[in-house]
Structures are given as structure tokens and as C-alpha cells.
């Protein structure tokens, strides 16, 4: 699957830059939308894991390459839906990041905006935050403020996606 963006800035191609414009706006939208719920501090842990959950769902869903800022609106309720408590999520990232990796090989083409979204889920995956350990508390969160009960190391992508999912909901 190759994304506008994918050119480089002249079109001559042949060893110039390859800017990965997809991965980018991805980010950015993520960014935003995290920004606008004032959910967590830019610049935590949580938050990035956050972002980049959100910036893999925003990339992975855009299945033409061709996410402008109209199409954020209408994209909405998919990203609510893949982001849902109850969808497999880390099932689908893999997939879909193995389809794109197999459209990159097959076309032979730089594919910068894959690079840096292996690279999130890379981390995502391997990173772990410590977090309260909402089944160990009676009535979960609602009972432990931010500081007490019991905390357990959670994957990255584990209180990310939560995070997003919260931040379209407030958006």
C-alpha cells in the first residue's frame, strides 16, 4: 500500500528523502485528539502510549492512503469502534501491520510512514508502565485515588488504548 507522501518533494525519486507524510498526519491527528480531551500530560509516558496507540489505529484504518481533514470527522466512529474494550485490537495492529509489510515488499518502495509505525508498536508491545491494578481493588477505579492501591506493571498498549478511545469519546 503506498500513501501519498510517499514521493519525494521533486518527484525525481532515486535516493532522496522519502518524507513519511501518512505516519506523520497520523500523529498529528492523534496528537489533537489527545490534546483536545486534556486526559494526561503531553509529556508522560501515558500519553505517548496514548498517541501512538491512536496514531497506529488512525494509519492501520486508512486503507486507501488518503485521509485528508474532511475524512477525520467521518473516520471517528471506526477509530471508536476498533479502539472498543471489547475488539481485538492487538490482533488486528498485527495483521494489518503484516499486510502492509507485504504491500511494501511486493511494490519494492521505500515505505518510511511503515518504519516509524513498527518502530510505535515496537514500543507500545516491549514497553511496560506501572499502572493500578484495577482487578485487584474491589469496584476498580472508582474506589483508589491516583496514588494508593496496588499497581502492576501493564504494557504500553494496554493504557494507551483506553486513553484514546476516552479521547475520540471526548472529542
Known amino acids: 500500500m503506498l500513501h501519498r507522501g510517499h514521493e519525494s518533494t521533486d518527484g525525481a525519486g532515486g535516493g532522496e528523502l522519502t518524507v513519511p507524510m501518512a505516519w506523520l498526519y497520523a500523529e498529528y491527528i492523534a496528537d489533537e485528539l489527545l490534546r483536545s480531551g486534556d486526559l ?76 516509524l509505525a513498527e518502530a510505535a508498536w515496537r514500543w507500545l508491545e516491549e514497553t511496560e508502565l506501572l499502572a493500578p491494578d484495577l482487578n485487584a481493588v474491589p469496584g476498580g477505579a472508582a474506589m483508589v485515588g491516583e496514588d494508593e492501591g496496588p499497581k502492576v506493571w501493564t504494557p504500553a498498549w494496554q493504557l494507551g488504548l483506553p486513553l484514546g478511545h476516552l479521547a475520540i469519546h471526548l472529542f
Do not use: H, K
Request: contains cysteine; aromatic residues 10%; hydrophobic residues 45%.
Open 40 to 115: 494526561m500530560p503531553p509529556t508522560s509516558f501515558e500519553f505517548r502510549a496514548g498517541r501512538d496507540a491512536l496514531a497506529l489505529t488512525i494509519f492501520l484504518s486508512d486503507t486507501d492512503g488518503e485521509l485528508s481533514g474532511i475524512q477525520v470527522v467521518s473516520q471517528l466512529e471506526n477509530w471508536l469502534s476498533l479502539t472498543a474494550y471489547d475488539q481485538p485490537w492487538q490482533d488486528w495492529v498485527r495483521e494489518r501491520m503484516a499486510q502492509l509489510t507485504a504491500d511494501a515488499l511486493a511494490c519494492d518502495a521505500p515505505a518510511p510512514d511503515l518504519e
